[in-house]
């Protein structure tokens, strides 16, 4: 009796040894629900996600994700209010947030899942969208900045061959167009008092040689540079070149004015280029042309960084998972498969045909201004100081204070922010 007990016991044993193994063996994502949170406009579209997000759950049954699109103007909130408690596991994040996310801890730092040999294939632009401090705080996934679209029959119209290379020939440019009565203003901006203002002017202190902060994190907003770049804008504005209309405008009135031929230059995202040459969207299709950004004395013009990276939150309870989802988000096959809406991360990728195919014109200008980027101050007061630079800057270019004066309101105010 008693051998026969133990007989018994140890196949009991054995077979909940092999049940736990078996159980083990399960893949770590069984049974997991994700929440991912993004972007409603520019780079992928929301298809374009869904898509994606239908293709990772066929090759991982299970895992299901739930994605969520919220415009920008509420991303940043809402990461901030949900991302401890583990509202949502991955979140799109704006590379000058990056700063302000990891000293908060908001985002978990995911430096070891990135390697060199990856880092090295990533344009550095994306890389540092994702970066503060020497670490990682997620993967980037949008590779995305700015450039100068020209209407192809204005400029002809005019006697250019050629868009304008710098500043000034695209203010010459600008005045033999307004003076011929091509078009009444012929360019148009997204200056309302907004995040889009702020990108504008990254681009152009960056091309006039300029910056708002120092490599150590502290403001240099009342440089000469600085001062020429927005006397630049305010001088467009006064002398009717640029759109007055441009002081209210985000960057989808900025595609609206330029798409019915109000307007012959537009500084805008690369998402631009394929609604603008859309006949559904657009009246000027097939006359659109897309360059990089002007410079200034000659010299090469530089962007803002609009790339944007994916991170795991630091409430998430599905670290494994969240990773795996954003891994697929941002692998070279996925992104040379959706690249007509989102140029890829790869540098590789940029001479694929296939992806050359989906906008030649697009990758030929993005081959120059992605080697000239430059980031929105990566500090973790970037908040408070973006905030600042819209209300100032504004009042600069509505003409309620001058420029110097506007600048050192802003200087001084990030000082005190600072201490």
């Given amino acids: ?41 520019a780079g992928y579209s929301e298809e374009d996600v869904k898509n994606i997000t239908k293709e990772f759950e066929d090759k991982n049954p299970g895992i299901k994700v739930n994605p969520t699109f919220v415009p920008y103007e509420s991303l940043e909130q809402k990461i901030q209010t949900s991302a401890k408690s583990g509202g949502y596991d991955v979140v799109i994040v704006d590379a000058p947030w990056t700063a302000k996310f990891a000293q908060a801890g908001f985002v978990k730092d995911v430096s070891d899942k ?7 294939e990533v344009f550095q632009g994306a890389l540092d969208s994702v970066s503060y401090d020497g670490k990682n705080y997620g993967m980037p996934w949008l590779n995305d900045t700015k450039y100068l679209f020209y209407n192809k029959e204005m400029l002809k119209k005019a006697g250019f ?45 960056g ?17 000469s540079e600085n001062e020429k770049a927005v006397n630049f804008m305010v001088d467009s504005l006064s002398d009717g070149i640029s759109n007055p209309e441009s002081t209210q405008y985000l960057e989808e009135d900025v595609r609206g004015v330029f798409s019915s031929g109000k307007a012959a230059f537009a500084l805008n995202w690369t998402y631009m280029f394929n609604m603008a040459n859309d006949e559904k969207e657009s009246s000027i299709a097939g006359q659109v042309g897309i360059s990089p950004v002007p410079g200034a004395n000659q010299s090469t013009g530089k962007s803002v960084n609009g790339g944007m990276g994916l991170s795991v939150t630091s409430g998430s309870k599905h670290d494994e998972e969240a990773w795996k989802y954003i891994e697929y988000l941002s ?16 540098k ?61 309101n802003i200087q001084n105010k990030a000082k005190e922010i600072t201490n």
């Fill in 114 to 120: 990135i390697s060199d040999d990856v880092k090295s």
């Fill in 161 to 205: 061959e050629n868009p304008p290379e710098t500043w000034e020939e695209l203010m010459e440019q600008a005045k033999v167009i307004k003076d011929k009565g091509i078009v009444e203003y012929p360019i148009v901006w997204s200056w309302s008092q907004a995040e889009a203002l702020v990108c504008d002017v990254t681009a152009l202190v």
């Fill in 207 to 223: 091309s006039f040689g300029g910056s708002l902060v120092d490599d150590n994190g502290k403001p240099t907003v009342t440089s």
């Fill in 348 to 408: 590789s990728l940029y001479k694929d045909e296939e992806v050359v195919k989906t906008g030649p014109e697009v990758v030929e200008a993005s081959k120059t201004q992605y080697e000239n980027l430059v980031n929105r101050p990566r500090v973790p007061w970037y908040g408070e100081f973006s905030n600042v630079i819209q209300v100032e800057l504004q009042k600069a270019l509505l003409g309620s204070e001058k420029t110097f004066e506007a600048l050192s």
């Fill in 1 to 41: 009796m008693k051998k026969w007990l133990a007989v018994v016991m140890v196949c009991l044993l054995v077979f909940g040894m092999s049940a736990c193994s078996s159980s083990n063996e399960k893949t770590s994502g069984e049974g997991v629900t994700l929440n991912a949170l993004f972007m409603k406009q």
């Fill in 331 to 346: 692998s070279k096959e996925v992104q040379k498969n959706y690249a007509k809406n989102a140029l890829p991360i790869w």
